[in-house]
């Protein structure tokens, strides 16, 4: 049963962090693809450092700025909100390190939209919101859906931030990952297997989808 609870917990989590990332994911990728501006090589960099980063290090800079010491821990502490340790700093975490692949898959996405479309209902009197949410969207729909698949691919697969901002704590913050790491640890093989395996089989059925987005995007 606590195999099950971690599974259910880890889909959860990366669904929420998912989620969280993808309003602002898009806007970025979108920014990036259409507009060029100051400081637009330092926002590309940040965006993407926590595919190079160790994980642990990127764990560590969000346990200083969400505890309660941190610059933004201490604001949470003021209105009651607990973020280290919690189901939240999980979230957190896998939402940091899964954004990078979304901006990046929903940005060749806008890219590949062909500017004409967006010029000629900007030349009928469309506004720009108008002209992103009924042509650059949509048609970059298939990218964004296959970028998010992966975010939360990468999602499921998060350990070494996870570990650092919420720790391992059964029932609370232990997710796929950290409890295949903590099975081995204490020899308990047989558990560390079969999350393993259920953890390989999800990020293959994610990994499958998004791979099958991006051909039908390219046919």
């Not at 697969?157 to 990952?177: D, K, Y």
């Amino acid at each position: 049963m606590d195999l099950w609870h971690i599974t259910w917990f880890t889909v959860a989590c990366a669904t929420g962090a998912t989620l969280l990332v993808l309003p602002a994911g898009v806007a970025i990728a979108w920014l990036l693809a259409r507009r060029r501006f100051a400081g637009q090589a330092l926002v590309e960099t940040l965006v993407s450092l926590p595919l190079v980063m160790p994980p642990v290090a990127t764990g560590l800079v969000l346990l200083m700025l969400l505890s309660r010491r941190g610059a933004i821990g201490r604001v949470l502490d003021a209105a009651g909100i607990d973020i280290v340790f919690t189901w939240k700093a999980v979230v957190i975490a896998m939402a940091v390190m899964g954004l990078p692949l979304l901006v990046r898959t929903a940005r060749a996405g806008f890219e590949q939209v062909n500017r004409r479309y967006e010029q000629v209902a900007a030349t009928l009197g469309a506004p720009p919101a108008r002209v992103f949410f009924t042509i650059s969207l949509p048609l970059a729909w298939p990218s964004i859906v296959a970028g998010a698949v992966l975010a939360f691919a990468r999602a499921l697969g998060e350990f070494g931030a996870t570990i650092v901002v919420a720790g391992s704590i059964p029932g609370a913050t232990r997710t796929l990952a950290v409890a295949i790491y903590s099975y081995t640890e204490i020899g308990q093989d047989r558990q560390a297997a079969t999350l393993v395996v259920i953890s390989a089989a999800i990020a293959f059925l994610a990994l499958w989808y998004s791979n099958r987005l991006a051909a039908r995007r390219a046919a």
